[in-house]
């Protein structure tokens, strides 16, 4: 009797969620964005920004919809994302752009204690260099989104922060570019990031991370360095694992010393000791799953997935800034210890 009373208490509370979640997105979009527009002025928002960027005419993109509903079918293969995502073209791209900004990176990378490989690997992966920084208007992807109702609440306050931007005059209208989720610019910013990490270097008085490299290079790196990333030492590498292995030991999520890595058989690719200095803590990453490459992966590794929480992702912009030269140096340690054998 107990449970069916449950189950049914279980069910109707269904039945009043789904409810809900309809009626969020059964309002007509004119009423909606009427009432919108009475919060944008609420929030803060002066009155020209908001009928400029939220005009009357204004409506949901339907291939926004579509991109937000549609669930991949599992991950792509990671070997063959990494061959795309650090292609021979892209490190040689990133290579010269490192020597075209070197004086811009030199200070950056001063200022902020953030390595500048790494800074140009985010770059290079983000938006291939600023080429590729998405086509929407980050106005309207976002009321798409936010009208949506799926996840309404998130993207309604993405929207009002994309117009406390606009109303600050960091960006017009017509260059407010991004992708169809709204990140925007050369480093792929949600608003919210924008308001917390993006930076004026050029001290021209705005936050341009769509036009002025200065501006993207400061941001990123403030971004990292805020998130508690340490120059000079590694993300990680490559590790040959013992076919004995205890899978539960692997993930980001468990960490351990690199001796004790070393006592359980992990080595470097050619069989060497991985090189450490200290009790120093790593974990082990394998994101194309048993028997692909696997990765000892170091703290700066976790403050890359703050910014995208995908190894995939983290592992990549790692092989790249490598590729551009980054240093492989892990902090000194007093006293200096050796791998036992």
Not at 263 to 289: C, H, M, T
Not at 301 to 309: G, S, T
Request: one cysteine or more; a positive charge; hydrophobic letters at 40%.
């Amino acid at each position: 009797m107990k449970s069916r009373i449950l189950i049914s208490i279980i069910l109707s509370f269904f039945v009043l969620s789904v409810g809900h979640a309809a009626s969020a997105t059964s309002q007509d979009f004119k009423s909606w964005l009427k009432t919108l527009k009475v919060d944008a002025e609420n929030y803060g928002i002066s009155k020209p920004v908001i009928n400029r960027a939220l005009p009357d005419t204004l409506n949901p993109i339907p291939r926004i919809l579509e991109l937000d509903r549609t669930q991949p079918e599992g991950s792509p293969d990671f070997e063959r994302y990494i061959k795309s995502a650090v292609s021979p073209q892209r490190i040689e791209k990133g290579r010269e752009k490192i020597l075209a900004y070197r004086r811009l990176l030199n200070d950056v990378e001063n200022a902020y204690n953030v390595d500048r490989q790494v800074i140009v690997a985010l770059w290079g992966i983000e938006t291939m260099y600023g080429k590729n920084t998405g086509g929407y208007d980050v106005v309207n992807a976002l009321a798409t989104l936010a009208y949506d109702g799926r996840r309404g609440l998130y993207f309604r306050d993405e929207l009002f922060k994309a117009l406390k931007i606009l109303d600050e005059g960091h960006i017009r209208l017509s260059q407010m570019k991004g992708s169809w989720a709204g990140a925007m610019g050369q480093s792929q910013f949600m608003p919210s990031s924008f308001f917390k990490f993006a930076v004026d270097y050029d001290k021209d008085g705005r936050r341009d991370i769509w036009r002025s490299e200065a501006d993207v290079f400061a941001s990123t790196a403030n971004y990292l360095a805020l998130c508690g990333w340490k120059k000079g030492v590694p993300w990680g590498r490559k590790v040959r694992l013992p076919a004995s292995i205890d899978r539960q030991l692997l993930g980001i999520n468990n960490t351990y010393t690199l001796q004790s890595w070393h006592d359980k058989g992990v080595r470097l690719p050619n069989g060497a000791a991985v090189p450490f200095q200290g009790e120093y803590q790593a974990s082990i990453v394998q994101p194309g799953g048993p028997g692909t490459q696997a990765y000892i992966v170091y703290d700066n590794y976790r403050v890359i997935m703050q910014w995208n929480k995908s190894t995939y992702f983290a592992t990549a912009v790692g092989l790249l800034a490598d590729s551009l030269n980054i240093s492989r140096t892990l902090p000194a340690a007093a006293p200096r210890k050796g791998l036992k054998s």
